[in-house]
Every structure is written in C-alpha cells, then in structure tokens.
C-alpha cells in the first residue's frame, strides 16, 4: 500500500475500509506502471499486484481481468463527465467538447498518446477504448437529439457524423498539437459555433 | 542492396544510376526497420546503412543525418499529394479531405499510429511531423482562401479553424477509428458538405 503515499492527489483517509484503499492502491499502481512505459499488451497482473503491495487475489476480487481494471483504471484519468445543463444547445456543447482530451491526471500525457498504436493492434484495446468514450459521446449525442426536437438544428443532421465534427477537431489539437497556430483556450467555443454555422456563405 | 527485392512496388530498374537504387534502398530500410518496431529515437544510421547494404557515408553523402531522412521517408509513405482541379471549392475540398491518412504504402498502419507518442515526446519529432503536413495543409488553405475570394464561402472564416473542422473529424476516422458505425467511404464529401452547409437550420 505504500505506493498510494506518492499520490498527493488520491483521495484516501485513515478511517476508510481497507478494501477501498486496496481498489485505489490497484488504481494508482496501473496507472503508473502505464505512465512508466508499459505497454498495455505487457501489463500484468502480477506486476500491478507487486506495485500496489497487494495479492492477485485482492485485484480478481473486485476485478475480472486485466481489461476491466484498465477501463476503471483509464476512465479515473478524465475524472467524471461534464454534466450539461441543458438551457442551451450551444454552451452545452461548448462545454462538452472542451472537455474531449482533458484530462485530471498528469499521467495522462503520457499514457493517453500511446493507446493510439495499441488501439490499433488489438481489437480487445479497441473494444477497451470505445467503452471508455463512449459515456461521453452519449452525453452529446443527447444534447444533439436535444437541438433536432427544439427545432434548433436541421432536421436532417446525420447525429454520429455531427459528433464526429465536433469531436475530431478538439482531439487533434489536443493529442498532436496537429494545428500550432490555433489558440487552444478559446477552441471549444470557436469549433461549436464554426460546425454550427458552417462555412458556405447564408 | 538486397533488401530492394522485397518491395514489388518500390519502382527500380536495371538501367538507373547506382545513387538512385542506393537512395531508394535507404529510404526502404529505413521504413522497414519503422514497420518493425523501432522507434524513431531508437532509429539509428547504422542500422539504417546495416540493412541498406551500404555504408554510413553513403547515407550522409544524400541527408543532412537522421531527421532529413526519416521526413524524405514518412513523406514516401503517403505518396504525392493530389492536385485540386480547381473547378469546385467543394470537390477540391473533397479530394484534399480524402488523402488525409491516407497511406500508398502498407507499412504506413504499423508507423504512423506509432508516431503519436513520439511527437508528444519530442519537440524535434514535433517539427519532423509538421513538415510532414505542411504541403498537404498548404493545398487546403489554397482552396478555403479562393472560396473566400470567390465569395463562396463567408468573408470571416479563420482559415486554421476551418482546417483543422475538415481534417480532424477524417484523421480520427482513418487513425483511430473514433466512431466504428460511421462509413468511411462516402465519409470526406459528407464531412465535407456538413462543415460547409453548418448544423443549424437557415
């Protein structure tokens, strides 16, 4: 359990059970062993069991495998969804799609760029990788069938394709830095207005 | 000069000058040992020159040393970039937007996603893949400044903005495929045609 010390940031107390304090522990020793340069494919259980001080059994306890725990493990870095508040189409979408390649955690940086080739490789890492995006892209396909009924947005928009115009530009910048001369802290706000109103002249 | 043999497609003739066949072997071996695995901060002349069949000399007779080479042969990769016709703001878009990851050659699926990390990692292999886009970026930004000229598309459109609005959306598709249900086929004119058109009713 010693490796939770080097945390300052995880939330641990003295008076919690010791069962969760193990699930953190586990957590936190994934996610660095990751950040450290391990590669997904040669992750193991045994190693994360060493780093966080724990037995195999404590992790099968709570998890099923190793795929599992990597979901829990890689959703932790983002922190929870953004809620929209659902007063306008717009800022919610603005603050949906500033949230796409943010992450709480530092080690994100490093862990994040280098799922791209493993995603790639292994259709288990894809599947892995959809489940993590895929509670967030929910919350904007909502907002999108939010602004169809209202009127707001055509009638026609194809919705898995809007979100992709909202989503592919933010995350480029994000992980490539593909663009260096977009300012990054008013791009959300600039995206959703751009894709909303399109380019062709009215 | 043996590796050659293994590239039907690498063009080669008899009759060419010795320079030309040991440039191009260099340019194989240096995409073969990517494909394989190495990293590009792993990459070395040696290794290069070792699997080339030819000595070190020979590669910096040609570049300047690893940066120049590795960007002559990640730009091999995608081939030559195709040339807008110049007929349609819309069909040109179509065609630039349709080359974006786009590969001519298969080794590209193993490299390219694999470059990700290394572009976060280094500031050098920031600049290496930047100036691997720029002369494609730089055909696009042609199109968007005649379709504004022309009047076609709005006087205030932020040209980089637009870019990254048509690129993102097909880059994440053709690297990560974000969204599995979308059909990659008719996927440039549809982006394309819902960057311009915009989202929100008229």
């Given at each position: ?30 996610l ?63 603050l ?51 602004g ?9 928009v ?15 910048q ?5 663009q ?23």
């Amino acid at each position: 359990m010693s490796d939770m010390s080097t945390h300052a940031d995880a939330p641990r107390s003295p008076g919690r059970p010791r069962s969760v304090r193990a699930d953190e522990a586990i957590v936190q020793a994934t996610l660095d062993l990751l950040a450290e340069g391990s590669t997904i494919e040669a992750l193991s259980i045994e190693a994360i069991a060493a780093r966080a001080g724990v037995g195999k059994a404590t992790i099968y306890r709570r998890w099923s495998g190793k795929d599992a725990l990597l979901l829990d493990a890689l959703r932790t870095l983002k922190g929870t969804p953004p809620q929209p508040s659902g007063h306008s189409i717009r800022d919610d979408l603005v603050l949906l799609v500033g949230a796409i390649g943010h992450n709480i955690d530092p080690r994100a940086a490093k862990i994040m760029p280098c799922l791209v080739p493993e995603v790639n490789r292994s259709p288990v890492h894809y599947q892995l990788y959809q489940s993590m995006v895929e509670p967030r892209r929910k919350l904007m396909r909502q907002v999108l069938q939010r602004g169809m009924r209202s009127g707001e947005l055509r009638p026609d928009v194809d919705i898995e394709l809007a979100m992709a115009l909202l989503s592919g530009p933010m995350l480029m910048q994000r992980m490539l830095r593909w663009q260096p001369d977009l300012d990054d802290r008013l791009l959300p706000e600039r995206i959703v207005d751009a894709v909303l109103d399109g380019l062709r002249v009215r």
